[in-house]
């Protein structure tokens, strides 16, 4: 009984983002597509930043190999889209899994350096291998998708991956990773692998960004291109961890709506003008946001459950 | 870990002594092999220099974030934005009126101010709250200061006057800018001028007491957060050295200016050892002269692996020295 709520919420918000398509615009309705693929993206990077404590300021790289997986996929093999999401969850895992290798060496700030130096690598390999990966010019899938396309693709996703998140997080795997971001040391005492546990969830996040990638990839009329996955992305992506509150679930909808509706609201800004309005208006909110929330939507939402169970 | 068994209680900072012998016959291995280089081409000699001056950048703003982290455990990702609206709000001060260099010592009292308000104003109330809230902060700084900056001065070709004139040395068949000499000693003019600061005078003590151990410093009557503040503020005008040392080379001012130099700089600080004052300044040299040579002499390396490549030496350096090379190896009490 005690779920119940948790549980009407979710299928009130299910039900209201299965009834949006309806109501708004078509630009409206890829605006909240797109929500849906930060929604993914803030999920996975939760899963190793939140329950696992290993902070990653690279989740960008693991979106653009995912990306990159679909672009190619489709370009040289015309292979189904949603296929080619499923080679990009699975190509991601591997990565992921080869990048918390070298990461079981390092902590703290000097994995969350690490990590930025493959936010910041891994865009300039396809200037390199330029007739594979296209070069600057980017690579386009041998099809495109319509806004409601995306918009299912991305929600039924984001409902897919969140069961499965909930599910990993809630068992086993779930209280190692939250021994392993507590206490390595104690962890360890406890008999929790470590090596094995933050590979996996290193493995896990970057499945979920890479699928968020594939998305990405969609969203922007089926074209990978290397400056769509900069270092602002994973900026982007930890932002949005942030506001929606680490080692939580309930806050990731604020988060991923934060970052994915607020910079395209904000051109129509008055007095400061289009462009650079977005960035000042996105910086200070971010600002602003975290000095109010300094532990995010999450941390909202757990406060007032306290307040309402004292009342 | 002698000093962790003699003094128990404390977080052992004793220096990890195996290694230091190594490390530093390493370096001392590189600058000779730097200096027969330069002796027996030209070519070599000019790009060595040319990467010395470009390491100082680093240095500096590597510096910077190696003060703020040692003060306030935060990496500060807006230290390159501010000191990039550093040189624009300098060009502003050229256009008043001023000399370069008159702009350039008010330019540095003005980045004090402006890391110290930082420190008040938007990392204390968020310091201890959160994991990343303080980090997250810095991110959006770093949007906001690009936005601003864009928004007042963006656009158009903006240049700042050459600091150290347009001459050029020669020395043998030599060819040396006058600006990258003047680079180099105004970067480590600057660096003397912190470890005297952090070395010999009351306030120094202060804020290495505030930053090591903030509660027995408060204890003995050292202002904590005071010193935290003007611990920001000291970064704050570093960076705001790197950033007008380079805005000349490019000649023209770019908003875009210090992001590539903001990641050699965490490269640096994180090579050098992210506490270490003298590891950042050394690793920003490492990386400047690295980059410099090995993109003329290393055909593979084109310059798109440039960055790649800066980065795979960096994770391979960590991976058999995780703390850097002039890091001190952390002794967790459990």
């Known amino acids: 009984m005690r779920r119940l709520p948790t549980l009407a919420s979710l299928l009130g918000v299910a039900g209201v983002l299965a009834v949006l398509p309806f109501l708004l615009s078509a630009y409206h309705v890829s605006l909240v597509a797109k929500v849906g693929i930060f929604f993914i993206g803030v999920l996975g990077l939760n899963i190793l930043t939140g329950y696992t404590g290993q902070i990653s300021i690279g989740h960008g790289a693991f979106m653009a190999i995912g990306g990159y997986t679909t672009a190619v996929l489709s370009r040289d093999h015309n292979v189904n889209l949603v296929v080619t999401m499923l080679a990009a969850f699975a190509l991601c895992f591997v990565f992921g899994v080869l990048v918390g290798l070298p990461a079981l060496r390092f902590s703290g700030v000097y994995l969350a350096l690490v990590t930025f130096a493959l936010a910041v690598s891994v865009p300039q390999l396809p200037l390199k291998w330029s007739k594979f990966l296209g070069g600057r010019d980017g690579v386009q899938t041998s099809r495109t998708v319509s806004h409601l396309w995306l918009y299912g693709a991305a929600w039924t996703t984001s409902a897919i991956l969140f069961v499965l998140a909930w599910l990993i997080l809630r068992g086993r795997i779930g209280r190692a990773f939250r021994a392993v971001r507590d206490s390595e040391i104690a962890a360890v005492a406890s008999g929790v692998e470590l090596p094995l546990y933050k590979t996996l969830a290193f493995g896990i996040s970057a499945a979920y960004a890479g699928v968020a990638g594939s998305l990405f990839v969609l969203a922007t009329n089926g074209f990978a291109a290397p400056d769509e996955f900069g270092v602002v992305l994973s900026l982007e992506l930890l932002i949005g961890a942030a506001v929606a509150g680490l080692g939580s679930l309930?806050?990731?909808?604020?988060?991923?709506?934060?970052?994915?509706?607020?910079?395209?609201?904000?051109?129509?800004?008055p007095v400061i003008g289009s462009e650079h309005g977005r960035d000042v208006v996105f910086g200070a909110a971010v600002i602003v946001v975290m000095l109010l929330l300094p532990d995010g939507f999450a941390g909202l939402l757990a406060g007032i459950r306290r307040r309402l169970a004292r009342a | 870990m002698a000093t962790a068994e003699s003094s128990p209680g404390f977080r052992s900072r004793g220096t990890d002594v195996g290694s230091f012998p190594v490390v530093v016959a390493l370096l001392v291995a590189a600058a000779v092999f730097l200096v027969v280089g330069s002796?027996?081409?030209?070519?070599?000699?000019?790009?060595?220099?040319?990467?010395?001056?470009?390491?100082?950048v680093y240095g500096?703003?590597?510096?910077?974030?190696?003060?703020v982290y040692r003060a306030t455990r935060v990496i500060n990702f807006a230290q390159g934005e501010l000191a990039m609206a550093t040189t624009y709000i300098a060009w502003q001060l050229v256009q008043w009126g001023l000399s370069y260099w008159e702009a350039?010592?008010?330019?540095?009292?003005?980045?004090?101010?402006?890391?110290?308000?930082?420190?008040?104003?938007?990392?204390?109330?968020v310091l201890h709250r959160s994991a990343i809230a303080a980090v997250i902060v810095t991110v959006g700084l770093f949007i906001l200061v690009d936005g601003v900056v864009n928004?007042?001065?963006g656009g158009g070709f903006r240049a700042l006057p050459p600091p150290f004139g347009t001459k050029i040395y020669h020395i043998g068949s030599v060819a040396i800018a006058r600006l990258y000499v003047g680079m180099i000693v105004v970067v480590l003019v600057s660096v003397v001028l912190v470890w005297v600061l952090f070395r010999f005078t009351k306030l120094g003590l202060g804020m290495r007491a505030a930053a090591l151990r903030p509660a027995e410093a408060a204890l003995v009557g050292v202002r904590v957060d005071r010193m935290l503040a003007i611990g920001w503020g000291l970064a704050t005008v570093l960076g705001a050295v790197a950033g007008l040392m380079a805005a000349p080379s490019q000649?023209?001012?770019?908003?875009?200016?210090?992001?590539?130099?903001?990641?050699?700089?965490?490269?640096?600080?994180?090579?050098?050892?992210?506490?270490?004052?003298?590891?950042?300044?050394?690793?920003?040299?490492?990386?400047?002269?690295?980059?410099?040579?090995?993109?003329?002499?290393?055909?593979?390396?084109?310059?798109?692996?440039?960055?790649?490549?800066?980065?795979?030496v960096l994770i391979i350096v960590l991976l058999i020295k995780p703390s850097g090379l002039f890091g001190h190896r952390e002794v967790r009490r459990v």
């Open chain 2, 151 to 153: 928004w007042l001065w």
């Open chain 2, 104 to 125: 350039f010592f008010a330019r540095l009292g003005i980045a004090f101010v402006h890391g110290l308000v930082l420190e008040v104003v938007l990392i204390r109330p």
């Open chain 2, 39 to 56: 002796l027996r081409s030209a070519t070599f000699a000019q790009l060595t220099v040319q990467g010395l001056a470009l390491g100082a």
């Open chain 2, 60 to 67: 500096s703003l590597a510096l910077a974030l190696v003060l």
């Open chain 2, 251 to 312: 000649y023209i001012l770019d908003p875009t200016l210090m992001q590539p130099i903001l990641v050699y700089a965490f490269a640096a600080a994180v090579l050098g050892g992210l506490e270490s004052p003298t590891g950042a300044v050394v690793g920003g040299l490492i990386i400047g002269v690295t980059l410099n040579l090995i993109v003329q002499y290393v055909p593979a390396i084109t310059s798109e692996l440039q960055l790649p490549f800066a980065f795979a």
């Open chain 1, 250 to 269: 309930w806050g990731i909808l604020a988060g991923a709506a934060f970052v994915g509706l607020l910079p395209a609201v904000s051109t129509s800004v």
